[in-house]
């Protein structure tokens, strides 16, 4: 292995550094008009009138477009497409976009869309997902408002919790987090020459956004083509449509370059959000500790629109009994609409607030059963040949056993601080989290391609459709082209994230183009060889049978003077030679009723050991460091992985202690706090290295694993240090404080 | 957006009066800007002309002079942070300048803005407060001297009129010992706005407290001195009990003057752990 598990320089890094990235907004074309969005300021209101008189008299406007303008579908979703572009009659949350205004300048659009009058008729707004499920509650959407319920049934859960000596029964909940990616989303669309409307913006998944313009215009989808900008992360918050379909309605109409750029305020109130959950969670264990029994009852609040609320609620179910062996589980897991801000992706589709939950739930049953919270884990960890809450069998690359270890050795460096009697008001201490991830989408099939391409010139082109937001999939999934074909990296052009030059890859999201698309390249360059060889065997007069491709030549079994660069097999026939590439992971789709099934192909494990210090004073808590133990399968690029997991556990500290939208409060990172380069602890990343067989050369995912075990273990520090639990995420300074009250009371 | 306005860089304090006392409410200083451009953008203020006093040279000096120590109002937070004048005679506030926001935030923000800005949780505040500061305000009428309490009415209000400046502000040498101690309490530790902030200086004879002062910030409208608290613990014996009644009667000033409000249940108790934290930490740094 050449270019598998080396630190090449990533793709990016240089035009970063530099400030030569061009994110959507830095995109510039010649005589733009520039679009502004009105939106809703009732949560439920039905739209009587809108006036436009007035707002079209403003100087530089060029026009105003409503739902009516909207030549094709006005109703856009990954799952369930119920959320319109432009709100016709009805507007169910504060933002909802009513009006999209189109002007010769920015101010121009400003002026304007102050001068656009609304008249609602207001109707009950439902706050909180339980008030959306009463029986005689006021329906959101048509079909009423319970988006999903999804039932995982194995075993008996009577007998299990009868078999358990020690049953621990808590709720925990969460709340709104916004990704926090780092541009406000931006960008352009024209008409090329070729009739094409073309968009450049930043996204996870160009080819969905193609089909949803092309049917939102009712153009064929080749009349639409879409080209990633620099993404400055993304998170999940850029899965779903953002501004691709406002720019593409003013450009097809007006024939004139748009371009919009949105506030920081627009993309805290309009893009999508994490799920805030309730989860109601029952364990039972044997005195030995291992587990009988997990009966979990999820409530999601999915906001006004459905976006991925269905994928997070059967996710979170799936997931809900962590990495450990359970042979009897209940998980009912439902998403409601209400009038609050829509939720969507972001990272870890519900995985990262079920896993605070569980990993809350296994230190209480650590504790009341007098055992050490790394033992408990290690008892019940799953292991090759473990069934899952789904019935699925693991068959290889289980590594949480491994990461239990090491995060274990880990821990016997750490010695126990003693008072600090200048500080008696500092508590510290430790913590563990674990999680399991499963990698792609959810029992369904979510298929790769990839086209590898010799040119008669001599090159070699990669084709994927791939977004890299950030994370390094440009460089990582080049490795693997480049270990595949034994050619140097920078001898392999990359044409990437356009759909009219590559094929659909699915999005980059579920921690899934490493695995999935890593695959698809290898059953291209597979493809590609073989065809290399038929050519080759006439153009040398050979036996095709006595050829085989090393190295990126083209090599004889018996004549080992022969070796015939790849790419002068090309050249010499005068032909392009390609190979078509195609993965989709073994899935089967779960039972409607019992959720049994294989939902994914495999597993990425982890375990994160957190240090923390609480002031129990004023609930000030400072993570002090994380050791982070990643099971990979194999780290591609091992500086990449890192880099993730550190960013994961920032991201998680945030998600531990400050992160909490408050929908009408939050206004932007003034008041939306994350933490800064002072709040992020030290990082002690670990890999292991179990190699999953499927994966290419080994490799599974860490996008989401990086993150999901740093709140858990966060919060279990500080439930270590001021000897009392929190619930409710995050744990900011009140929630702190008043944990350590009660703390004081019940002693 | 920004509403269009015209900018003026005057040269000297004199250039300055004249464009102040030509365009009044028509003006606004700026001094770094760091609350007024999120005041503009926001459509808050609508100036015709920002005039930039950190051009004025006389504005941009540190100086020990007859005693005491003068701070020039356009000088940042980070030279505060970093000046050894400031270090050896006024600790308590290049400590707290040296907290502000982030490196951009104190390169750029000064200390006449955050003064004039009169934010309930301004930062140089509670220490300007316990150093008995003051400032001399300037205008083309002539000049005043007056304590730094005496220049805020109100939340974000300033008792300031239109055409007037704070060049500078200055306190007295602090007597050797006197010791002081400056704690921040934030939701994260950098970019954060405080919620709250406790100053104290006192001196110590023997075990007694001398010259105590204490002043919070963030929990009441306006930045103040607890005189009450002050009174009780002057000339008495350091003894945590005491601290504890001084410190309650922070507690009940803060709720007097802010009345009861969601936070107060977690402000009260903290409030009181704080002032007596920096109590005790004042007491001995005197050690």
């Known amino acids: 292995m050449k270019k598998i598990g080396v630190n090449v320089l990533k793709l990016d890094a240089l035009d970063k550094v530099l400030g030569a990235s061009r994110y959507g907004g830095d995109y510039c074309i010649p005589n733009p008009l520039y679009l502004k969005v009105v939106r809703s300021d009732k949560p439920h209101a039905k739209i009587v009138k809108v006036e436009l008189e007035e707002a079209l008299q403003v100087k530089g406007v060029e026009r105003i477009f409503t739902a009516k303008d909207i030549p094709g579908r006005n109703r856009i979703g990954i799952i369930q497409k119920d959320q319109p572009v432009l709100a016709l009659d009805r507007v169910r949350y504060v933002g909802d976009p009513i009006a999209l205004v189109a002007g010769e300048t920015v101010e121009a659009t400003e002026e304007a869309s102050q001068k656009i009058k609304v008249t609602y008729e207001e109707l009950p707004s439902i706050k909180t997902p339980e008030e959306a499920l009463q029986p005689f509650a006021p329906p959101i959407h048509e079909k009423g408002n319970l988006l999903v319920e999804f039932n995982l049934v194995k075993g008996d859960i009577q007998v299990g919790f009868k078999e358990a000596e020690v049953i621990i029964e808590n709720t ?88 919009m750029v949105y506030t920081r305020e627009e993309v805290f109130q309009v893009i999508s959000k994490r799920h805030p959950l309730k989860i109601h969670y029952r364990s039972g264990a044997r005195k030995d500790g291992r587990l009988t029994a997990v009966e979990v009852d999820i409530l999601g609040d999915t906001g006004a629109y459905a976006s991925y609320g269905t ?81 699925q069998v693991l068959r290889a690359s289980v590594g949480i056993r491994k990461t239990l270890e090491r995060i274990e050795e880990w821990r016997r460096k750490i010695l126990p601080s003693p008072l600090d009697s200048k500080r008696p008001f500092i508590r510290r201490g430790i913590g563990i989290g674990s999680m399991w991830y499963g990698i792609g989408n959810t029992g369904m099939a979510n298929p790769s391609t990839a086209q590898i391409e010799l040119s008669p010139k001599g090159e070699i082109i990669l084709y994927i459709g791939v977004a890299d937001i950030g994370q390094g999939s440009d ?28 094929t659909d890859t699915g999005a980059t999201s579920a921690s899934r183009q490493t695995y999935i698309t890593g695959n698809a390249i290898l059953n291209a360059i597979g493809n590609l060889k073989k065809k290399v060889l038929q050519e080759a065997s006439s153009l040398l007069n050979e036996e095709e049978k006595d050829l085989f491709v090393e190295d990126g030549l083209v090599k004889h079994r018996q004549k080992l003077c022969l070796g015939l660069p790849i790419q002068e097999v090309a050249r010499r026939t005068g032909k392009t030679i390609r190979g078509e590439g195609h993965f989709d992971p073994e899935t089967t789709r779960l039972d409607p009723e019992t959720g049994q099934g294989s939902p994914y192909a495999t597993y990425a494990f982890a375990t994160h050991l957190a240090e923390v210090e609480v002031d129990i004073e004023t609930g000030k808590v400072k993570v002090l460091r994380v050791i982070a133990c990643h099971d990979v399968g194999r780290a591609i690029h091992p500086n990449n992985v890192i880099g993730q997991i550190i960013g994961g556990v920032a991201m998680g500290v945030g998600f531990a202690l400050m992160e909490e939208y408050d929908p009408g409060r939050t206004i932007s990172f003034v008041n939306y706090l994350i933490p800064t380069s002072k709040d992020i602890p ?50 900011n300074l009140e929630r702190v404080l008043e944990a350590v009250q009660k703390a004081k009371k019940e002693d | 957006m920004i509403p269009p306005f015209q900018y003026k860089i005057p040269k000297n304090l004199k250039e300055a009066c004249d ?57 940042t937070h980070s030279e505060i942070a970093v000046s050894p004048i400031i270090n050896t005679y006024g600790k308590i506030l290049s400590e707290a300048a040296s907290q502000i926001g982030s490196p951009q935030i104190r390169n750029t923000g000064t200390i006449g803005g955050n003064v004039v800005n009169a934010s309930p949780a301004a930062d140089t505040l509670p220490p300007l ?6 400032g001399k305000v300037v205008s083309k009428e002539g000049e005043k001297e007056v304590p730094i309490e005496s220049l805020i009415q109100g939340p974000y209000r300033s008792t300031l009129l239109p055409h007037e400046i704070l060049v500078s502000i200055s306190f007295k040498k602090l007597h050797p010992h006197m010791k002081g101690s400056f704690i921040r309490l934030a939701r994260r530790d950098g970019m954060a706005i405080a919620r709250m902030s406790i100053a104290v200086l006192l001196q110590r004879e023997g075990i007694r407290m001398k010259q105590v002062r204490i002043s919070v910030g963030a929990i009441t409208p306006t930045p103040q001195r607890m005189k009450e608290a002050e009174s009780f613990l002057e000339d008495q014996p350091f003894d945590l009990e005491r601290l504890r009644v001084a410190s309650e009667k922070t507690s009940s000033e803060m709720v007097l003057r802010s009345g009861v409000r969601p936070s107060t249940s977690y402000k009260s108790p903290v409030v009181k752990a704080l002032v007596m934290r920096a109590i005790q930490q004042a007491f001995e740094n005197l050690q």
């Open chain 1, 311 to 391: 994928t997070v609620a059967i996710r979170a179910a799936v997931h809900a009994t962590g990495p450990y062996q359970v042979p009897h589980v209940k998980v009912r897991s439902r998403m409601a609409y209400t009038n609050n801000p829509w939720s969507g992706a972001m990272r870890g589709f519900g995985v990262p607030q079920i896993a605070f939950a569980h990993e809350s739930q296994m230190d209480l049953l650590a504790q009341a059963l007098k055992m050490d919270p790394l033992e408990i884990r290690k008892i019940n960890a799953l292991q090759i040949g473990s069934e899952t809450a789904t019935g």
């Open chain 2, 19 to 75: 464009l102040l006392w030509d365009y009044r409410e028509k003006a606004k200083v700026i001094a770094g800007g760091t609350d007024l451009i999120i005041a503009l953008r926001n459509g808050l203020l609508r100036p015709e002309f920002l005039i930039d006093i950190t051009r004025i040279a006389e504005l941009r000096k540190i100086e020990e002079k007859d005693g005491a120590i003068s701070i020039g109002g356009a000088v």
């Open chain 2, 129 to 134: 407060m316990v150093l008995e500061a003051m």
């Open chain 1, 172 to 259: 925990y909940t969460t709340t709104w987090v916004d990704h926090a990616y780092l541009e406000p989303d931006g960008g352009v669309a024209y008409w090329d020459e070729e009739e094409r409307l073309v968009i450049i913006c930043p996204t996870q998944n160009v080819h969905y956004d193609q089909r949803e313009v092309a049917s939102f215009l009712n153009l064929p989808f080749e009349r639409v083509r879409i080209i990633q900008s620099t993404t400055g992360g993304a998170f999940g918050g850029r899965l779903d449509i953002t501004i691709q379909c406002f720019l593409a309605l003013a450009a097809f109409h007006l024939k004139r370059p748009v371009k």
């Open chain 1, 475 to 502: 460089t990582v999934l080049l490795q693997i082209a480049s270990e595949a074909l034994g050619i140097e990296l920078k001898e392999i052009q990359l044409i990437r994230a356009d759909t009219f030059l590559t």
């Open chain 1, 682 to 731: 030290e990082v002690i990343p670990i890999l292991v290295e179990d190699q999953e067989p499927s994966g290419p050369f080994g490799a599974k995912g860490v996008g989401e694993p990086a993150l999901i075990p740093s709140a858990p273990a966060i919060l279990n520090a500080i439930a270590d240090a001021i000897g009392e639990r929190i619930y409710h995420l995050p744990a």
